[in-house]
Nanobody
Framework: EVQLVESGGGLVQPGGSLRLSCAASGFIFSTSDMSWVRQAPGKGLERISA???????YYADSVKGRFTVSRDNAKNTLSLQLNSSKTEDTGIYFCAKGWYGEAGRGQGTQVTVSS
């Protein structure tokens, strides 16, 4: 059973930084594509980043140049570094299995960007 547990969310000021983490278990993490999706208040899911086992990455235009995805295959951990945060980055951030997040996701962690 795919289990994904996100952590690291919280309140950050515009322009600030935050680091999200995801602990994965129940599947072979080192051979799995992984992704981050988010849901802004009142909106649908948005796929914002993905990473292959070898480290190739994808970023949505909305976060490109500001967010960085990384993984530690030895620790079964996925991370997302948020820099230069904007108010429109507010939402629930989900760690997900699969290039498109199609194979299961965690319960999410809340990120609020506000002054």
């Amino acid at each position: 059973e795919v289990q994904l547990v996100e952590s690291g969310g919280g309140l950050v000021q515009p322009g600030g930084s935050l680091r999200l983490s995801c602990a994965a278990s129940g599947f072979i993490f080192s051979t799995s594509d992984m992704s981050w999706v988010r849901q802004a208040p009142g909106k649908g899911l948005e796929r914002i980043s993905a990473i292959t086992p070898g480290g190739a990455t994808y970023y949505a235009d909305s976060v490109k140049g500001r967010f960085t995805v990384s993984r530690d295959n030895a620790k079964n951990t996925l991370s997302l570094q948020l820099n230069s945060s904007k108010t429109e980055d507010t939402g629930i951030y989900f760690c997900a299995k699969g290039w498109y997040g199609e194979a299961g996701r965690g319960q999410g962690t809340q990120v609020t960007v506000s002054s």
